[in-house]
C-alpha cells in the first residue's frame, strides 16, 4: 500500500531492467534546505544499491554540501545515518530537509557542515522511494549498503569536487547500527571507499534480544516495525506464517505510518496480538533471521568510537558494551565512552566527542595500499 502523501515524481521506483553499478546515480535534482544552518547546495538522489541478498534496487538519499569553500564538496564526505524515521509516509530525511518539514538530527548535521564537511544523508532500503516500502528496518546489511553506496554516489556527484574524498560514517540508535554494519562491511563490499572512521550511539547490536526486553511496553511499535522491516528484507522466506488475519491487517496499515503514528498506534500492544503464538521471536524462522541480525560479525578495519547511556530504557547499555567487548578482543581500534543519560539524552550528549573523534580519524592518513576497483555491473 502507498501512502498518496509520498507521491513526488522524482521519487517514482526507477525501472530497474540493467545491472547498474553501486552507487551509480539513477536520478537527481538540486533542491534547497530551507531550515538547515550552514547549507549550501544540495541534491537530492535516487540511487543503485543492493539488498541484504544482492539484488539490484534503488534508494535515495540527499548530499549537502557546506557554506565553506570555494567549491561544492572539495572536504571530506559524512555519511550520517538518521535513528528510525517510519516505515512509510513523508518522513523520508532527504524529504523532510529539503521541505518546510522539521528533521530531528538537523543540529548534528549543522555540527558537521561548521566543519566543512560534505554531508550525505541516506533514507535506507524502501523509505521515500515510492512502491518499494516499507523500509527495511533493522536489516542491518541492506542498511550498510545503503551508507556505501551512497557514498559511491557523492563520489560520482558532478557538482561536487569528492572524487576522492574520505569519509566517515555516523549514526545513533539504529543509525548507530547501520554506522557498525558499515563498517563491517565495507571492506569487502565497497573496498575502493577511502572510510576513515565511524562513530556509533545506542547500538542495536541484537534485536532478537531487545524484542522481550521491551515487548508490551511503550516502545512496542518499533517491535511491530522490526517484524515488518525485517520481514521486507527477507521477503523470500515465509516469514509471515506466523501471523493471524487481524496481524495482517495491523501490518497493511502500520506500513504507512512514521515513528510518531507508528508508537502512538501501538503503544503498549504485545506482538502477541497480531501472532498465532505468544512468543513469535522464538518461532524457528524467526529465529533465524533474529540470528543473522545480531552485530559484531565480522571485524571493521577502521577506527569505532561507541557510546551509550547509561540509564538507556530502550536499547540497554549491555547491548554497547559487548559490541566494545567483541571489537576490542579482535583488535579493533575501538573506544568507549557512557553517559549518566537516557536514551535521548545521550544522544546529544555524546555528540561532541563523536565530532571530534571523526575529525581524528578523517584527518589521520589511510594504509598505503592500493584500493581495489569498485564492483563492476552484477549479472544474474
Excluded at 513523508?90 to 523532510?96: D, E, F, K, M, N
Excluded at 501490518?251 to 513469535?280: F, G, K, M, S
Excluded at 594504509?367 to 549479472?379: D, F, K, N, V
Amino acid at each position: 500500500m502507498t501512502d498518496p502523501s509520498t507521491f513526488d515524481d522524482f521519487y517514482t521506483n526507477p525501472a530497474i531492467d540493467f545491472a547498474p553499478r553501486p552507487g551509480e546515480i539513477l536520478r537527481r535534482r538540486a533542491v534547497g534546505t530551507p531550515l538547515l544552518r550552514g547549507a549550501n547546495r544540495a541534491w537530492q538522489l535516487l540511487y543503485a544499491t543492493r539488498t541484504a541478498f544482492s539484488a539490484p534496487i534503488a534508494a535515495s538519499g540527499i548530499v549537502i554540501a557546506p557554506d565553506h569553500g570555494e567549491a561544492a564538496g572539495t572536504g571530506p564526505i559524512l555519511l550520517y545515518y538518521p535513528s528510525f524515521h517510519g516505515l512509510g509516509g513523508r518522513c523520508a530525511p532527504s524529504q523532510l530537509l529539503a521541505g518546510e518539514g522539521s528533521e530531528p538530527e538537523s543540529e548534528f548535521i549543522t555540527t558537521a557542515l561548521d566543519r566543512g564537511w560534505t554531508v550525505a544523508v541516506p533514507d535506507g532500503q524502501c523509505l521515500g522511494v515510492t512502491g518499494l516500502g516499507p523500509h527495511a528496518f533493522l536489516a542491518g546489511k541492506a542498511a550498510a549498503h545503503a551508507v556505501l553506496d551512497l557514498a559511491r554516489a557523492v563520489r560520482a556527484l558532478p557538482e561536487t569536487d569528492s572524487d576522492e574524498a574520505p569519509c566517515a560514517v555516523w549514526g545513533y540508535a539504529d543509525g548507530g547500527r547501520a554506522a557498525i554494519w558499515a563498517a563491517e562491511q565495507q571492506p569487502h563490499y565497497a573496498p575502493e571507499l577511502d572510510l576513515r572512521g565511524v562513530a556509533a550511539g545506542a547500538v542495536v547490536a541484537d534485536p532478537g534480544a531487545l524484542i522481550p526486553e521491551i515487548d508490551g511496553g511503550a516502545w512496542s511499535g518499533l517491535i511491530l516495525g522490526g517484524l515488518i522491516g525485517l520481514g521486507r528484507a527477507y521477503a523470500h522466506l515465509p516469514v509471515g506464517h506466523i501471523l493471524t488475519d487481524d496481524g495482517y491487517q495491523a501490518i497493511e496499515h502500520a506500513q504507512t505510518l512514521d515513528a510518531a503514528a507508528l508508537l502512538a498506534t501501538y503503544r503498549n500492544t504485545p506482538l502477541a496480538r497480531w501472532c498465532e503464538r505468544p512468543d513469535p521471536w522464538n518461532d524457528p524462522m524467526w529465529r533465524y533471521v533474529l540470528d543473522s541480525e545480531t552485530s559484531a560479525r565480522e571485524t571493521p578495519q577502521v577506527p569505532v568510537h561507541l557510546y551509550h547511556g547509561t540509564e538507556d530504557a530502550l536499547v540497554p547499555v549491555a547491548m554497547g558494551r559487548s559490541v566494545f567487548a567483541e571489537y576490542r578482543s579482535r583488535g579493533v581500534d575501538v573506544s568507549w565512552r557512557e553517559y549518566t543519560s537516557s536514551h535521548l539524552g545521550a544522544a546529544t550528549a555524546g555528540s561532541t566527542e563523536a565530532v571530534a573523534r571523526l575529525t581524528s580519524y578523517l584527518a589521520r592518513r589511510p594504509p598505503l595500499a592500493t584500493r581495489a576497483a569498485p564492483p563492476g555491473p552484477q549479472t544474474t
